[in-house]
């Protein structure tokens, strides 16, 4: 495993992409409604996108055909936008990236379409939990599993599950690097986090079971029993202190 370290010229042009990124993802978080079709949420991600000087990250990653992921109710992650219209009471989860100066930055969010279940609002309170109990973990001299056990016990202490196929990664240059970052797993474990390193931490979490399913698309994941599922995301860089969280405004 080769964990980069990146110096703080790095991780500043890295704070710039992440504000990019949070940016897009709160115009985006304003504009989300009932009738609308998924695929006018890339539309705006593109415009907004150039507008900040930034190429997104995903269209054409992998052949993934969009620039943006938007998962609705049941799909996890990697849905791709397009005819879908949204109705009250779906939840959405937007999951973006880009890139600045060679630098990328990636978050996600769980927005819900009007007026949402009780049960929606809790599973995307519990995944926003969890990634700040993540987050909290993530400090200079501790242990990857510290963040992985962090956000499992917060998510599964309120009734939820956290997917157990997908996990956070490492970003920079590239935005997939060393280490992957499972949302489950034990304290103490793992590589010494060190300041410099920077790390995407998302936790996907199921209101029912942690398993999953591949859509017909060979992107779209679906929970398999069908429970709905939320998606929360931060790049965060590790410090001598406390992390700092990049992806925000």
């Not at 190429?55 to 054409?60: A, I, L, Y």
């Not at 398999?224 to 992390?243: K, Q, R, V, W």
Request: charged share 20%; with cysteine; glycine share 12%.
């Amino acid at each position: 495993m080769s964990i980069i370290i990146k110096s703080d010229r790095e991780i500043a042009v890295m704070r710039q992409a992440g504000r990019i990124v949070a940016a897009v993802l709160g115009v985006l978080s304003e504009q989300v409604r009932p009738g609308m079709k998924t695929k006018e949420l890339d539309i705006i991600t593109t415009r907004e996108a150039d507008r900040l000087g930034a190429k997104p990250s995903f269209k054409g990653y992998r052949g993934f055909p969009a620039n943006l992921c938007v998962s609705v109710n049941d799909e996890v992650v990697h849905g791709i936008p397009g005819e879908r219209v949204l109705d009250e009471g779906d939840i959405v989860s937007l999951d973006f990236g880009a890139i600045f100066m060679g630098f990328q930055g990636d978050a996600a969010v769980t927005i819900g379409v009007g007026e949402i279940s009780s049960q929606a609002k809790q599973l995307m309170e519990t995944t926003e939990g969890a990634l700040k109990a993540g987050i909290a973990a993530a400090y200079s001299g501790a242990r990857l599993g510290d963040i992985s056990a962090a956000i499992q016990n917060y998510a599964e202490s309120r009734g939820c599950s956290v997917v157990r196929e997908y996990s956070g990664h490492g970003i920079g240059r590239e935005m997939h690097e060393e280490p992957q970052i499972p949302n489950f797993g034990l304290p103490g474990q793992g590589p010494v986090l060190k300041k410099g390193m920077t790390l995407a931490l998302e936790p996907m979490v199921n209101a029912g079971d942690w398993r999953t399913r591949l859509g017909d698309d060979h992107w779209t994941v679906f929970t398999a029993d069908g429970s709905l599922s939320a998606h929360f995301e931060h790049t965060i860089a590790i410090t001598d202190g406390e992390p700092e969280v990049l992806t925000i405004v």
